[in-house]
């Protein structure tokens, strides 16, 4: 089964947050949403799930009991302990008690929140309610998994642990849509749907977008000066330069660089910029 | 601390409604609460009967103000009017004098006709007798009628203050979206959200009269469960104001000022304190569209007098209609908190402005 968008539009007032979306999420697959603040990642997630209802657009989405969905926030209740948290969501989403002991029991081991089961949820530390958000989310096994940037500001240890559960509900069928800010991190995804502005920037496996990269992205230790400037952001210590043309239309040389999916989506953002700046700044 | 000052002022400057509430709520409840915050009765509503009835009701000087004169009536007569709350005093006439029978639930009318009394006393014709006696509450006590309404007031605190919290709390806390989408309908929710409170509302409430009846010599004359449907009703009714007030605050703190809102008017206009008679009829009608005005009455009502439900129907169907329409904004309201976002409608899909993305 796949769930997803189609052609979504969303407005808020006079901010355009979203400017016809698409993203298809299959059953069994991590789809990525990245983009930057304010690129529309949570609000495409917010329709999908049914928080907001779009402007204009088609949401395939499965019935509530089948969705999970892990908010900006952990979405747990500070008041509760861990324990408490599963068992209110287990039991909003109908799972039988005992098979929902059973499977937090084993998530909770595997994320290492185990000895924590009795602790309130507002004396965790940030990473440990986000996994056990998370939980909370996948725990009655949802057809739709939908997490809203799961792992910001979370150690890398906690991360992996994270990682594991959505690959987890991934194996076990779910179709896991997850946005995030990290570049890095959207590589563990099998497909990725990049927003820029509520626009769709780029979309693919993240091979395939970093290997769609039109024209050259030179390195250097300056920024360029003149017009390359506006085409140019820091990675690391030195530059890089982009070059609008067609994808591999230059021959390979010392400081062309093979685009990785962080040049890729820059490239893709800077690009749609340049266009509206040259329609004359009307951004939609 | 001038970046505090700063920063508390701009805060303020944005939140409209507390900067609303702080203004304009002192002047209105000074107003208001000025005209209310009176124990003089101007005013004492008697019935008059017995055989001598249509005489001295002729002869009664203000402040009494004769309802009905039935020369028919008898002693039973009187005190079922007085049970039942149809009036508050009752002279009963003899061929000897007369018998002024005083509702001790209505205290300051009775302590006010205890005065006026006095003040008529010396122009009694010769032989004439004139006995008071005080029915239900015979030593005028301010516990007898304090305690009824106190366990009123109690329903009230926790059903409205601690319930206004219950929904923003999950608003602030990020939960209440979290609980839009889960396969929960919104009644499923209002209704979870306030059962805990329900259930500890009504503890508290039996708590208190039995506490209040053992400590203060309180007398429960009517029947348990006649005040049972009406703290039920009572209950449902904050309950519902509290989980209003709470869906429409942005902030614990503005629940607060909104329930406090709420709670002032009723302890000072619903008659708990200060007798209803003795407003002006301005700030009066105020106090009957409050719920706490009828369920004083009906505590009052069967705790200290023992009336019967037929006696009390009116207070159980004004808060019946005030609980329908207190519940059925809460609901309303609710079920918009947990409705999806509404974007602005498109007429269709616009068109891209930018060139394609690589």
Redesign the interface.
């Known amino acids: 089964m796949t769930w997803g968008v189609r052609g979504l539009m969303v407005r808020f007032g006079e901010h355009l947050a979203l400017a016809g979306v698409s993203l298809d999420a299959p059953a069994g697959r991590v789809t990525g949403v990245v983009g930057g603040d304010g690129a529309g990642k949570t609000t495409l997630l917010r329709c999908l799930v049914g928080a907001v209802a779009p402007g204009w657009g088609e949401v395939r989405r499965p019935e509530s009991r089948r969705i999970g969905y892990l908010s900006s926030t952990s979405g747990t209740y500070p008041d509760l302990s861990v324990e408490e948290n599963l068992a209110f969501a287990a039991t909003a989403y109908g799972v039988p008690p005992v098979e929902a002991r059973a499977r937090a029991a084993e998530y909770l081991e595997r994320t290492g929140l185990a000895s924590a089961r009795d602790r309130l949820t507002g004396h965790l530390s940030g990473g440990m309610r986000q996994k056990l958000g998370v939980i909370r989310a996948m725990v009655h096994r949802p057809e739709l998994l939908v997490l809203d940037e799961p792992t910001t500001g979370i150690d890398p240890v906690s991360r992996a642990d994270l990682w594991w559960l959505i690959a987890r509900a991934a194996a076990e069928g779910a179709a896991v849509v997850l946005a995030t800010a990290y570049l890095d991190e959207a590589e563990r995804a099998s497909w990725l749907l990049a927003l820029d502005e509520g626009h769709a920037l780029a979309e693919g496996t993240p091979d395939e977008i970093a290997a769609a990269v039109p024209g050259t992205i030179r390195t250097s230790t300056e920024r360029p000066s003149g017009d390359a400037s506006r085409r140019s952001w820091r990675r690391g210590a030195r530059w890089r330069t982009w070059t609008p043309g067609a994808a591999g239309s230059v021959a390979p040389q010392a400081d062309v660089v093979r685009p990785d999916l962080h040049d890729a989506v820059t490239v893709a953002a800077l690009a749609r910029e340049l266009a509206v700046t040259a329609a004359g700044g009307g951004a939609a | 601390m001038w970046a505090m000052i700063v920063k508390e002022f701009r805060q303020l400057r944005r939140d409209r409604r507390t900067l609303a509430m702080m203004i304009v709520l002192p002047i209105l409840m000074l107003v208001v609460f000025g005209y209310a915050a009176s124990f003089d009765v101007m005013t004492i509503p008697v019935r008059v009967m017995g055989p001598a009835a249509e005489r001295l009701a002729a002869a009664l000087p203000a402040p009494f103000e004769v309802e009905e004169v039935d020369a028919a009536a008898g002693r039973e007569q009187a005190e079922m009017a007085l049970r039942d709350g149809e009036v508050p005093v009752v002279f009963l006439t003899s061929a000897s004098g007369a018998t002024v029978l005083l509702d001790g639930s209505q205290l300051f009318i009775a302590t006010s006709t205890k005065g006026a009394l006095s003040t008529l006393a010396g122009r009694a014709p010769a032989g004439l007798t004139v006995d008071v006696e005080v029915l239900f509450n015979p030593d005028l006590e301010t516990s007898a009628i304090m305690v009824p309404g106190l366990a009123a007031m109690i329903l009230l605190f926790v059903g409205t203050v601690i319930t206004s919290l219950g929904v923003v709390r999950e608003r602030q ?3 209440l ?2 609980l ?5 309908r919104p009644t499923d929710v209002f209704l979870g959200k306030i059962a805990p409170y329900f259930v500890v509302a009504a503890v508290d409430m039996v708590v208190v009269i039995v506490a209040g009846t053992w400590l203060f010599d309180v007398p429960f004359r009517g029947s348990v469960s006649i005040l049972a449907i009406g703290a039920l009703l009572f209950l449902f009714v904050t309950l519902g104001i509290g989980v209003l007030i709470s869906s429409v605050s942005e902030n614990q703190g503005q629940a607060i000022q909104l329930a406090l809102m709420t709670l002032l008017p009723q302890v000072m206009l619903s008659g708990l304190i200060f007798p209803l008679s003795s407003m002006p009829a301005g700030v009066r009608w105020i106090g009957y569209v409050l719920p706490l005005t009828y369920f004083v009455e009906i505590a009052r009502g069967v705790m200290l007098r023992g009336a019967p439900i037929t006696a009390l129907w009116q207070s159980y169907a004004y808060l019946a209609i005030i609980g329908a329409v207190v519940f059925g904004l809460a609901t309303l309201r609710f079920r918009r908190s947990l409705a ?7 007429r ?3 068109p ?4 394609s ?2």
């Open positions: 806390a990020g939960t979206e979290q839009a989408v889960m396969p929960l999806p976002a509404r974007a602005r409608r498109h269709a899909p616009e891209e402005l930018e060139g993305a690589p």
